[in-house]
C-alpha cells in the first residue's frame, strides 16, 4: 500500500470536509495513485477532457442528474478548461448528420440513430446545461484539439482521454499527460504523477529508421500501426521522414496507439522536446534500433485489407475527425460527382458548422456523401446492417471496426487503402485500392 503524499486541503477532502464530490474524486484519485504506484499528486496547469458523462469520476458512485444540478448551482467549477470527448453517453449518436443515417444503436437498445425522438434524447442536454455551468466546452470529438482554440503549452501538466489524442499532446504540443482525462481529475485539477509527467520516462528509447522518405497520409498512418507493434510501451525517435502535416501527425498518433500503446515519440526537427537525436534520447543510446522499410509497411498493409470481395457497400472517411483543411481538400476531390454507396464523412461538431458555412457541406450533400460529426462507426458499434464490406483509410477504424462484430455470426470485410482509393470505392461501388509500393 503506497502513502499517497497529500497535503492538508486534499486530506481534509479526503475525509470528506469539503463535501461528497471532493470526497469521492479524492478517493478516485488515491485509488489511482496506487494503481499507478506513485506516491505524488501532480497539480494540473493544462487542460483536461474527458467521455461524459463521467468516465471515472469515481470507481464506487454514478451520479444522477439531480446531484449534478446540486453541484453545478452550488457553484462547483472544473478547475481547468475541460473539453468533452465524442458524442454524449454511450449511444454516440451523431450530433448533426444524423439524418437517414440508417443503423440501430446497439447502447441504445436497438433504436434508430434516425429516429427524432431517439436523437434527442441522446443528446442528453439537461445533462450538458450543467457541465457547461461548471465550465465544460462541449467540443463532442477525438480531436478536440483540431478545434478547442485553445491548447495546452510545452511542460503543461494536462489529463487528456482518448488514445489518439493522446500522444498529440505528449509528442506534437510538448504538454504531459497520460490517458486518465476523468470527471476527478479535471474537477480536482490534479492528478497522479507518473509515466508522462515525468521528464524521464519521456526519452526516446528506441531509434526507428525509415527506410524509405515518409510523406503521403497513408505512408504516416502505416509508419503509425508499424511502429506502434514493434515497440508495444517504449517511447520511438522517428528518422527517415519527411516533415508531418497537421493531418499526419493525426494520423500516426492514431496508429500508433492502436497497433501499438505508444503515448509519447520523437521525430527530431518536428516535435518539440527533440531538436536533435540525441536530444530526444537524452544523452543516452538507444535500447534498440528498428528499420522499418518496404516489407514491414506492405505487410502492415495487407493486415489492415481483410476482404475477400471487392465490392464495397460503404465508404468511410474521418479517423481521427477530419479538419477543416482535410474538408476542405475532400470536398474538392467530391466536386460535381456522384457517389454510388454511402459515404460517411465524419468530423468534429464545432466544425460542422465551419464545413457549412465554407460551402463544403453542400458540396457532400450534393455528391451524395453524408457529413456527419462526434462520433465514427467503430464508437457507433458498427455499421448499417446492409453493409458485407466497409473501405477505410485508417489503420485505427480499420483495426476497430470489426471488434463491433466479436461473434462469428456475421464477418465484416475491411478494404484499406488510400483516400483516394476510397473515394474511388464510393463513386463506383468496387474496390480498386493495391499496395503501390
Ligand atoms: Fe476518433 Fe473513432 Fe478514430 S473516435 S480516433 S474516429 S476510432
Given at each position: 500500500m503506497i502513502d499517497v503524499k497529500l497535503t492538508d486541503e486534499e486530506r481534509q477532502m479526503l475525509q470528506g470536509e469539503r463535501g461528497l464530490v471532493p470526497r469521492l474524486c479524492m478517493e478516485w484519485l488515491v485509488e489511482m495513485c496506487q494503481i499507478a504506484g506513485t506516491d505524488t499528486i501532480v497539480e494540473l496547469d493544462g487542460t483536461g477532457d474527458f467521455h461524459?458523462?463521467?468516465?471515472?469520476?469515481?470507481?464506487h458512485h454514478d451520479f444522477s442528474l439531480e446531484e449534478l444540478k446540486k453541484l453545478a448551482d452550488s457553484g462547483a467549477r472544473f478547475k481547468i478548461p475541460t473539453f468533452a470527448n465524442?458524442?454524449?453517453?454511450?449511444?454516440?449518436?451523431?450530433?448533426?448528420?444524423?439524418?437517414?443515417?440508417?443503423m440501430r444503436c446497439k447502447s441504445g437498445?436497438?433504436?434508430?440513430?434516425?429516429?427524432p425522438v431517439f436523437h434527442e434524447q441522446s443528446m442528453h442536454a439537461e445533462f450538458y446545461a450543467e457541465f457547461r455551468k461548471m465550465g465544460?466546452?462541449?467540443?463532442?470529438?477525438?480531436?478536440?484539439y483540431l478545434t478547442a482554440g485553445f491548447l495546452p503549452t510545452i511542460g503543461q501538466h494536462c489529463s487528456w482521454n482518448e488514445s489518439s489524442a493522446i500522444p498529440y499532446c505528449?509528442?506534437?504540443?510538448?504538454a504531459r499527460t497520460n490517458i486518465d482525462g476523468s470527471f476527478a481529475t479535471c474537477f480536482l485539477g490534479k492528478a497522479p504523477y507518473y509515466d508522462m509527467h515525468v521528464t524521464e520516462n519521456r526519452y526516446a528509447t528506441v531509434l526507428v529508421d525509415s527506410e524509405r522518405l515518409i510523406h503521403t497520409d497513408t505512408e504516416w498512418d502505416l509508419l503509425g500501426f508499424t511502429i506502434g507493434e514493434d515497440c508495444g510501451l517504449a517511447v520511438p525517435c522517428i528518422t527517415g521522414t519527411a516533415k508531418p502535416t497537421t493531418t499526419q501527425f493525426c494520423k500516426l498518433n492514431a496508429a500508433m496507439n492502436t497497433g501499438g500503446s505508444i503515448r509519447m515519440y520523437h521525430i527530431p526537427g518536428s516535435t518539440?522536446?527533440?531538436?536533435?537525436v540525441e536530444a530526444a534520447f537524452g544523452g543516452k543510446a538507444p535500447a534498440r534500433r528498428v528499420v522499418i522499410g518496404e516489407r514491414e509497411l506492405r505487410a502492415t498493409y495487407e493486415k489492415l485489407n481483410y476482404h475477400t470481395?471487392?465490392?464495397?457497400?460503404m465508404v468511410y472517411l474521418g479517423c481521427p475527425h477530419l479538419n477543416a483543411v482535410d474538408l476542405m481538400l475532400l470536398a474538392r476531390k467530391l466536386e460535381g460527382k456522384r457517389v454510388k454507396v454511402p459515404l460517411w464523412i465524419m468530423t468534429a461538431p464545432w466544425l460542422y458548422d465551419v464545413a457549412r458555412n465554407q460551402g463544403f457541406l453542400e458540396t457532400f450533400e450534393k455528391a451524395g456523401a453524408k457529413l456527419m460529426d462526434g462520433t465514427c462507426p467503430a464508437a457507433m458499434g458498427?455499421?448499417?446492417?446492409?453493409?458485407?464490406c466497409v473501405a477505410v483509410d485508417s489503420a485505427k477504424q480499420s483495426y476497430y471496426?470489426?471488434?463491433?462484430?466479436?461473434?462469428?455470426d456475421r464477418r465484416l470485410e475491411v478494404c484499406y487503402g488510400t483516400q483516394d482509393d476510397c473515394v474511388e470505392a464510393a463513386l463506383t461501388g468496387k474496390w480498386n485500392g493495391e499496395w503501390r509500393g
Open positions: 461524459t458523462p463521467w468516465t471515472s469520476m469515481t470507481f465524442k458524442s454524449p453517453f454511450t449511444e454516440m449518436s451523431p450530433v448533426h448528420g444524423w439524418e437517414g443515417c440508417d437498445g436497438g433504436r434508430r440513430f434516425d429516429d465544460m466546452l462541449q467540443t463532442h470529438s477525438c480531436a478536440s505528449n509528442a506534437v504540443l510538448g518539440p522536446e527533440a531538436p536533435s470481395t471487392d465490392i464495397v457497400d458498427g455499421v448499417p446492417d446492409y453493409v458485407n471496426i470489426t471488434g463491433c462484430y466479436p461473434d462469428d
